[in-house]
């Protein structure tokens, strides 16, 4: 599954620059889905697309933002499931380079 969402994650930052903020603010929606399997898909899939986005095109996305949600995730109080957790700060982790 990682495999095919970091797939994805690169094109969609190669064909879409321009749409990488509208697919990283529709995938924090699905953070407060009541399915673990969304929240999960969710918090990699933004953690992908961040980690492929090119330094120039920062400003386009909301790294802050998404930062900032990707991280009240990894509270206990926040994410009931240790998995969607662990997706999260594996998600962070992608983004060492930036």
């Not at 697919?23 to 953690?47: D, I, N, W, Y």
């Not at 492929?52 to 933002?65: E, F, S, W």
């Amino acid at each position: 599954m990682d495999e095919l969402t970091n797939h994805f994650a690169s094109t969609w930052v190669t064909f879409f620059p321009g749409r990488v903020n509208d697919v990283l603010v529709a995938s924090m929606g699905f953070f407060v889905s009541e399915k673990e399997p969304l929240r999960s898909a969710a918090v990699v899939l933004c953690g992908f697309i961040l980690k492929h986005l090119p330094p120039q095109d920062m400003g386009r996305a909301n790294v802050d933002q998404v930062l900032n949600a990707l991280m009240q995730m990894l509270s206990p109080a926040r994410e009931k499931s240790g998995a969607v957790r662990g997706k999260a700060a594996r998600a962070i982790g992608l983004m060492r380079e930036l």
